[in-house]
Structure formats: C-alpha cells, structure tokens
C-alpha cells in the first residue's frame, strides 16, 4: 500500500481557500481517482511544535493505493485538470510526496 501525501507549506502571505478545497478541489480529485483510490484524508496545520506558533503546513492531504502503478494509471489521465484547480484556491505551491505505508 502506497501513500500519496501533498503537503502546502505555509508562508507569509501564503493564500489557501479551505472552503474551496474542501467543496470543490477534494470531490473533483476523490471523483477522478475513482475506485484506484483507497483512502483520502485532509489535515489542517493547526500549529507548530511550540503552544501558538505557526503549523510548518497550511494543509495536508493523505491518499492510500494498490500501488505506485495504480496511483499513476489513475492521476495521469487527469493531472491538468486537478493541477489547473490549484489556482482556485491557494498560492502556494503543493508538495508532493509517495511513500510506502508500513
């Protein structure tokens, strides 16, 4: 099982909708990934590691496949559309990160 993991780091002056997000950038993404995809979570940065400091991320999405392959065969077909949406909601730039849940 793999996790596909998009991190948006936070800045000053960063811009993130999580309205948008969550209403219409999630959906689109869970609809295009289809049955490919196991899992999807979101995480909000709440806070750093010290009480009122800043979250080293504004948001965080975790997303569980088969397979690197599977994740792959699923997004491929779609990356325009969901990398076009980004401008809709945030001016930061997203991290992408795959990683093997253990």
Known sequence: MIEVTVLYPARDGGAFDM?????????????????????????????GPMPGSRPPFVAMLHATFESV?????AFAPHVAE?????????????????????
């Open 19 to 47: 309205d948008y997000y969550m209403k219409t950038h999630i959906p689109l993404f869970r609809n295009r990934m289809g049955a490919a995809m196991r899992d999807i979570s979101v995480v909000r940065g709440l806070s």
């Open 82 to 102: 969901i990398q076009g949406d980004i401008p809709k909601y945030t001016d930061i730039e997203p991290v992408l990160q795959i990683g093997e849940r253990l």
């Open 69 to 73: 392959e599977a994740f792959e065969a």
